[in-house]
DNA sequence: CTATTACTAGTAATAATTATCGCTTAGAAA
DNA sequence: TTTCTAAGCGATAATTATTACTAGTAATAG
């Protein structure tokens, strides 16, 4: 809703253009060590401020768990979940795990994959009645 | 490889017990409250120190992203991730996202699924050369 | 050119998690 | 039961990724 006029600086543009020319999934602090080359004063706190812009500008990803903290499953054995994006809570789907992608992947990658996660984003049934 | 004896500690006990009576994925400082109305002097490391044991021994599970800090992806298009358990290494995968999924767990629970993210765990070729 | 305000560098603050340390205790063996 | 010892504990300090703050700088509209 709130318009936000966004400049490109020579940091911002230099972050996007090290992260658009690697394969890799680089940390925060890679990419300030690397655009610390073409411009060596640089601070760290940039390169995060510029992320995150870049990322609600839908130029890049970010991946992590959404919240900064850990959350625990007392139940050990693996199933999938889904997050409400509005609450932030977890909860357990019944659906059953698929067993057989793992091998796919295995077989069209030079990868062995062992196990998979999948996570579930939207919205909760509390959240949509308070909309 | 190492054999590691486990004592069952009243603390333990209880917080193993806390995480079994909720349908929640509570985060350590949940549960460190909780624990507090059973044992009050208990310390929020013994929480966390447990926490960690208790994963490893495979009674509950670790909701987070693996590695402490984010990662970011020049790519914002939507992919899959495969990550390799040895080295950290993370890749993209190349399989389309399956879109239908979002819908089909829509139908069937009362949650509105907007995304997913799917993650996959393994070993990376050059970490399978090293064994 | 000038005014506005997003942006920056540098640094301090925050907060989740882990490490340290001296004391305690679970659990095996005597 | 008593003894023994390493696993575990509480308290606290340390670590570390990330964010907030601030005074100065510079991108862009007019």
Tied chains: 1, 2.
Excluded at 55 to 71: Q, T, V
Excluded at 101 to 117: A, G, L, Y
Aim: glycine share 4%; aromatic share 10%; net charge positive.
């Amino acid at each position: 809703m709130k318009k936000r006029k966004h400049r490109m600086t020579k940091q911002r543009k230099v972050i996007l253009e090290v992260l658009r020319n690697t394969r890799t999934h680089p940390t925060a602090n890679w990419i300030y060590e690397q655009v610390r080359k073409e411009i060596s004063n640089i601070s760290l706190g940039t390169v995060y401020r510029n992320l995150k812009l870049l990322a609600e500008m839908g130029e890049i990803n970010i991946l992590d768990f959404g919240s900064s903290y850990s959350r625990f499953d007392g139940n050990s054995k693996n199933h999938y979940h889904f997050t409400c994006t509005e609450c932030d809570s977890v909860f357990d789907l019944e659906i059953p795990m698929d067993q057989i992608i793992d091998k796919e992947i295995s077989n069209r990658t030079p990868f062995i994959v062992e196990s998979h996660r999948m996570e579930f984003y939207g919205k909760c049934s509390d959240c949509q009645n308070q909309m």
